[in-house]
């Protein structure tokens, strides 16, 4: 049986991409220490000498009828570090429960983007030394930018929010999500979609159309399908992408 073609989209030259990311959680040794971290940190001091902790912070809110409100705040510790690019376009995160790679605008295209995450991946893997690879996931974050004012959301997007008869017709901001699994694939997708509240005096407004599209998976860090999985979620991230935009919307982009 003939292998079906996957769907063809067309180059954007302008991408309203403002963050790209490739993202694994995993599950470290129980004896792991973020020490093993730290020779890796030096080996890329020269390609991400961008450094800072994260640390974990537990913010606790409690009021007791007729007082004022108590906020304590607890540090847990550090969860890992953040490298960035001397331009600060790329940014790795090595934690206790995975590896982020992001790729910040302007976006250059996903065999390169994808390589770099892979490339430092493999260091992560070796530093950390993972017993399992639990999720992988694929997250594109557009920032796009429409004519004012916008009384008709439909023109630009194929699942905008639904008015009822007789509300004002311009919007001023909004925000829907979405979840949705795609049994055949086993991905799993959350989409964003939110208007950035307009600002007085300028002539367009912006869209946020966030994508995460992910899997939930069990496997070893150096497993041979995971190529091929990361390419399946960014299928699913351009088709959300392309069927989630109108023809006029895409237009914009070319």
Do not use: C
Not at 28 to 56: H, M, T
């Amino acid at each position: 049986m003939p292998k079906m073609q996957e769907p063809q989209y067309p180059h954007l030259s302008k991408a309203p991409i403002v963050e790209a990311v490739i993202d694994f959680r995993v599950k470290l040794p129980s004896d792991f220490k973020l020490d093993a971290f730290q020779p890796l940190r030096v080996q890329l001091a020269g390609d991400y000498p961008g450094f800072e902790e994260q640390q974990i912070v537990q913010q606790m809110i409690k009021q007791e009828p007729g007082s004022a409100a108590e906020v304590s705040t607890r540090f847990s510790g550090v969860h890992g570090y953040r490298l960035s690019s001397n331009d600060g376009k790329n940014v790795v995160q090595l934690r206790r429960d995975g590896f982020t790679f992001s790729r910040l605008s302007p976006y250059t295209r996903w065999d390169q983007v994808f390589a770099e995450a892979s490339r430092l991946w493999i260091l992560y893997a070796e530093a950390a030394k993972p017993t399992e690879v639990s999720r992988i996931a694929v997250r594109y974050i557009n920032r796009m930018l429409f004519p004012m004012p916008l009384t008709k959301p439909e023109e630009y997007l194929s699942a905008p929010p639904v008015t009822a008869d007789g509300w004002p017709a311009e919007m001023n901001a909004f925000l829907t999500r979405v979840v949705m699994r795609d049994a055949k694939s086993n991905i799993s997708v959350n989409v964003i979609q939110a208007l950035e509240p307009q600002v007085p005096g300028q002539n367009e407004v912006a869209i946020i159309f966030d994508i995460d599209a992910s899997e939930d998976v069990s496997l070893t860090s150096d497993d041979v399908t995971i190529a091929e999985r990361f390419g399946k979620l960014r299928d699913m991230k351009n088709r959300v992408f392309f069927k989630g935009l109108t023809p006029k919307s895409i237009e914009l982009f070319l």
